[in-house]
């Protein structure tokens, strides 16, 4: 069974990067298409970029092209999200998300990284 | 404003039907069959209950069915039970270029 696991909580201020960590265990990263999903407080789930195997690159949506990056460690077996120029705006809960067993939909999740950004 | 439209509430009592729609494009919704919903309680992480617009993973009850008729696609949930009480969120792929677009969500009351 895949499981997903975070890092913790982090407090940032304005101006700032982040860089939220998603461990996999009980299979192997390169096997997994990760995808990161966030939610500011009391909104909705907004999709903010992962790994199409299609073409083996990772995309990015719009909305965050120029300040997110999405990285992988195979040694550790563990993604990363980086979002840089970090305001207000950016406070929310960050999850990472695959497709191991579906290959269409987001079937496992991890437990969520809360960021605040305040000054 | 979300790229996939639903209603922000619903509400039912228990053992009542309720359906949740979602409304895209022919860009998402009205051109793939890769439409999955997922339920998320409060403080959790969402959890899959609907993929490929009506598939039901493994475990997930069969009160839970989904179904798709042009740009809207639809989640419904029969025999309502007070732990169905959360919110909702439907998905779409949308394209090479946006990739995947989510809802606004719903949140089910359980009167």
């Known amino acids: 069974q895949v499981q997903l696991v975070q890092s913790g909580a982090e407090v940032k201020k304005p101006g700032a990067s982040v860089k939220v960590s998603c461990k996999v265990s009980?299979?192997?990263?390169?096997?997994?298409?990760m995808h990161w999903v966030r939610q500011a407080p009391g909104k909705g789930l907004e999709w903010m970029g992962g790994f199409d195997p299609e073409d083996g690159e990772t995309i990015y949506a719009q909305k965050f092209q120029g300040r997110v990056t999405m990285t992988e460690d195979t040694s550790t077996d563990t993604a990363y999200m980086e979002l840089s120029s970090l305001r207000s705006e950016d406070t929310a809960v960050y999850y990472c998300?695959?497709?191991?067993?579906?290959?269409?939909?987001?079937?496992?999740w991890g437990q969520g990284t809360m960021v605040t950004v305040s000054s | 404003q979300s790229a996939l439209t639903q209603p922000a509430s619903v509400s039912g009592s228990p053992g009542q039907s309720i359906t949740i729609s979602c409304t895209g494009t022919?860009?998402?919704?009205?051109?793939?069959?890769?439409v999955s919903w997922y339920q998320q309680h409060p403080g959790k992480a969402p959890k899959l209950m609907i993929y490929e617009v009506s598939k039901r993973p493994s475990g997930v009850s069969n009160r839970f069915s989904g179904s798709k008729s042009g740009n809207t696609a639809s989640l419904t949930i029969s025999g309502l039970q007070a732990e169905d009480e959360a919110d909702y969120y439907c998905?779409?792929?949308?394209?090479?270029?946006?990739?995947?677009?989510f809802g606004g969500g719903t949140k089910l009351t359980v009167l």
């Open positions: 009980g299979y192997t990263l390169t096997e997994l298409s």
């Open positions: 998905c779409s792929y949308a394209g090479s270029s946006t990739f995947w677009v």
């Open positions: 022919s860009s998402d919704v009205g051109s793939y069959n890769l």
């Open positions: 998300a695959t497709d191991w067993w579906s290959s269409s939909a987001f079937d496992i």
